[in-house]
């Protein structure tokens, strides 16, 4: 079974960044589709990014342009590099993946998920 961890949350600045890592245990994620998804308080938990097996990635319109996905298989690890964030950008972030491999934006579509990383934007 495949856990997943994450890690590098915090407490930052408007218009900083910031780099968010997640490791998956127990099994190599390689043919996993891997996504990020956030939720506020209050709110609904949403899509950030993905990146399937391909390496092909995508974004929610909110963050295109300014987070970066990316994945290094030989550490089982996916990343989300976050630049010029905004107060919007605040909330718990979750590492979630798709063993099917496929992305999709929508988190019924993801079956493994980790706790989450707490990420607080202050102006």
């Known amino acids: 079974q495949v856990q997943l961890v994450e890690s590098g949350g915090g407490s930052v600045q408007a218009g900083d960044s910031l780099r968010l890592s997640c490791v998956a245990s127990?099994?190599?994620?390689?043919?996993?589709?891997m996504g990020w998804f956030r939720q506020a308080p209050g709110k609904e938990r949403e899509f950030v990014a993905a990146i399937p097996w391909s390496d092909s990635t995508y974004y929610a319109g909110s963050v295109k342009g300014r987070f970066i996905i990316s994945r290094d298989n030989a550490k089982n690890t996916v990343y989300l590099q976050m630049n010029s964030v905004k107060l919007d950008d605040t909330a718990l972030y979750y590492c979630a993946a798709n063993p099917a491999g496929t992305w999709y934006p929508s988190l019924y579509n993801y079956a493994l998920w980790g706790q989450g990383t707490q990420v607080t934007v202050s102006s």
């Open positions: 127990g099994r190599t994620f390689t043919s996993y589709a």
